[in-house]
């Protein structure tokens, strides 16, 4: 079991450039390697007061040290993250996730079985430290499960969730050059949100969707007359 319970439901923000969705309806499982923060999954060495402790440890278990670092970024480069939040109003993230304003907010069912293996990111002021290594047979309590959801209080805004695959190259290959791609579950599927600068091309597309899947509702973002926050109409699909 995951360690936090999850929302009902969850929202991917997309580029526009994802319009290809309608035609291939897939989520991406980004490798680590290609997200945004370069920090990520990246576990500190440097802690003194610990690092008697940890050295002491590796000895004892006559674990070789560099060898259980490249075990651990052999992993890393395995393994692919789709990140997903519990707010489809951010700004910020509309900004930065889905091409200014121009992408698409889908949202999910959280009780599919598709995200049964969802868990928050823990933030923090402080890196992960090599030595917090778990003598628990719990994965949840590894190194490498715990490195994957901690992230900077900077990202904090986000309120992410995330699921991690490994071994994503070993995928289907769904598009040409393109690894990480993994069916959607369309039953899990619930609205579409659409940024208050998409495209006709994509309303037209969004729209002729939802008619094929008439349980997923379309919005159209607005900005509010007054505050500093969007409004949400629903779009008519005749």
């Known amino acids: 079991m995951p360690r936090f319970e999850a929302p009902p439901t969850v929202y991917k923000y997309l580029h526009s450039d994802r319009i290809d969705f309608f035609d291939c309806p897939c989520l991406r499982f980004t490798p680590i390697e290609e997200l945004n923060d370069p920090f990520e999954s990246l576990v500190s060495m440097h802690r003194e007061e610990s690092e ?34 519990t707010d489809c109003t951010n700004l910020l993230m509309w900004s930065h996730y889905a091409n200014n304003h121009r992408g698409l907010v889908f949202e999910f069912d959280s009780n599919n079985e598709f995200f049964k293996s969802l868990d928050a990111v823990v933030y923090s002021k402080d890196r992960l430290y090599f030595d917090e290594i778990s003598e628990s047979k719990n994965h949840k309590a ?19 969730w995330r699921l991690f695959k490994i071994w994503i ?11 990480g791609l993994v069916e959607c579950p369309l039953e899990s599927l619930k609205s579409i949100y659409l940024g208050m600068r998409a495209s006709g091309e994509l309303k037209i597309a969004a729209t002729k969707f939802c ?27 005749e």
């Open 169 to 179: 190259h070993k995928l289907p290959q769904i598009k040409e050059g393109v690894i």
């Open 142 to 160: 590894s190194l490498l499960y715990r490195s994957i959801y901690y992230k900077s209080l900077d990202w904090s805004y986000e309120n992410e």
């Open 211 to 237: 008619r094929n899947h008439n349980h997923v509702k379309l919005y159209q973002a607005k900005l509010h007359p007054s505050n500093f926050e969007l409004n949400f109409f629903e779009m008519p699909l």
């Open 52 to 85: 008697n402790f940890l050295f002491g440890l590796l000895r004892l278990a006559q674990v070789d040290m560099n060898s259980l670092l490249h075990s651990m970024l052999n992993a890393f480069s395995r393994t692919g993250v789709l990140s997903l939040t």
